[in-house]
């Protein structure tokens, strides 16, 4: 079993729908979350990091935690083409992990006009 | 800010040269910085841990002699790929984790290595 798992997609929906993004991870030593945003052929962007359960919310951009379901997710509100990109969770243990990040595959999103 | 710059951004080369890749934080100072090599519609794989001043920390199965990392400031880390040959392209990215305790990590735009 991936330590985290996310589905790779690809996911297509219309402009203005909302999107959802979901991983899930199974250690309970992770203790922060992270979503980035990769354009093709560029280094990943940072969205959103947390570090609690519960929702953070940027923009048009909210990243959900639930730390006793091990479930993370990211929601994407009034989607644009510019959103098209791969999406990938990334989570992170506590202590002396020295800053190793653990990605999910990353989803594939295309939002067309 | 939180700015990662990567240089050069492409580079083609002819097998059995060295090739040398050069990560910098513009804007903060980075004690640990990390380096993931990235296959087409993959996700990201972690090479090596580099901590200012430190050897890198390679994972398992990573050859550290061939994938040679120094971190000689809190701004700037290097790979150097060693006798590459063509299974050595691919896209490698950077990431630094700021120094003042946050978790955060932020990338480099990430360089894309050819070995004729």
């Known amino acids: 079993q991936k330590e985290v798992e996310q589905d790779p997609g690809p996911l297509s929906v219309p402009e203005g729908a909302i999107v959802s993004l979901n991983c899930t991870y199974s250690?309970?030593?992770?203790?922060?979350f992270m979503w980035y945003r990769q354009y093709s052929r560029k280094g990943p962007e940072l969205l959103m990091y947390?570090?609690?359960?519960g929702n953070k919310e940027d923009g048009r951009f909210t990243a959900q935690v639930d730390k006793s379901s091990k479930y993370i997710s990211l929601f994407i509100r009034d989607s644009q083409p510019s959103d098209s990109a791969t999406y990938l969770c990334?989570?992170?243990?506590?202590?002396?992990?020295?800053?190793?990040?653990?990605f999910g595959q990353g989803t594939i999103l295309t939002v067309h006009p | 800010g939180a700015v990662v710059s990567q240089h050069p951004s492409r580079v083609i080369c002819k097998s059995g040269t060295s090739v040398k890749i050069e990560c910098r934080s513009l804007?903060?100072?980075?004690?640990?910085m990390f380096w993931y090599r990235q296959f087409p519609k993959k996700s990201l794989m972690l090479m090596a841990t580099?901590?200012?001043?430190?050897?890198?920390?390679?994972e398992q199965g990573v050859e550290k002699d061939k994938f040679l990392i120094n971190h000689a400031s809190l701004t700037l880390s290097t790979l150097t790929v060693t006798s590459a040959h063509p299974e050595d392209s691919s896209f490698y990215i950077c990431?630094?984790?700021?120094?003042?305790?946050?978790?955060?990590?932020?990338f480099g735009p990430g360089t894309r290595l050819t070995v004729l």
């Open positions: 250690n309970s030593a992770f203790q922060y």
């Open positions: 990431s630094a984790r700021s120094g003042r305790g946050g978790n955060e990590q932020f």
């Open positions: 580099s901590n200012e001043g430190s050897k890198a920390t390679y």
């Open positions: 947390t570090y609690s359960s």
């Open positions: 990334a989570v992170l243990a506590g202590g002396t992990s020295y800053g190793k990040l653990t």
């Open positions: 804007d903060f100072q980075a004690t640990t």
